[in-house]
Nanobody, 125 residues
Framework: QVQLVESGGRLVQAGDSLTLSCAAS????????MGWFRQAPGKEREFVAV????????YHAESVQGRFTISRDNAKNTVSLQMNSLAPEDTAVYYC??????????????????WGQGTQVTVSS
């Protein structure tokens, strides 16, 4: 049984930094591109970043470019999201997701096979 478990979300102030982690189990982690998405209240789910399984390329959404950094540790089956200079508009539930062998359309959530339950990040002004 595949499980993705996010952790690290909490209430922070604008300008703070925060690191989210996602622990994966029940899958061959290195075969999966690992992504982060977020969903704010009343808004659609939004792509944040992806770390490709095969080739190791990373992509970040324009909205977080230069502030957020995705990383992965295949030995520990974890993917992390380092978030700096947080702003109130970053408030959302953050989800990690796994996409078997990855896709050129890595920003589309429909391409991902497995999802975590999410972790809440709230940024106060």
């Amino acid at each position: 049984q595949v499980q993705l478990v996010e952790s690290g979300g909490r209430l922070v102030q604008a300008g703070d930094s925060l690191t989210l982690s996602c622990a994966a189990s029940g899958l061959t982690f290195s075969d999966y591109s690992m992504g982060w998405f977020r969903q704010a209240p009343g808004k659609e789910r939004e792509f944040v970043a992806v770390f490709e399984c095969c080739g190791g390329k990373v992509y970040h959404a324009e909205s977080v470019q230069g502030r957020f950094t995705i990383s992965r540790d295949n030995a520990k089956n974890t993917v992390s999201l380092q978030m700096n200079s947080l702003a109130p508009e970053d408030t959302a539930v953050y989800y990690c997701a796994a996409d078997l062998y990855g896709s050129t359309q890595h920003s589309r959530g429909i391409n991902y096979n497995y999802w975590g339950q999410g972790t809440q990040v709230t940024v106060s002004s």
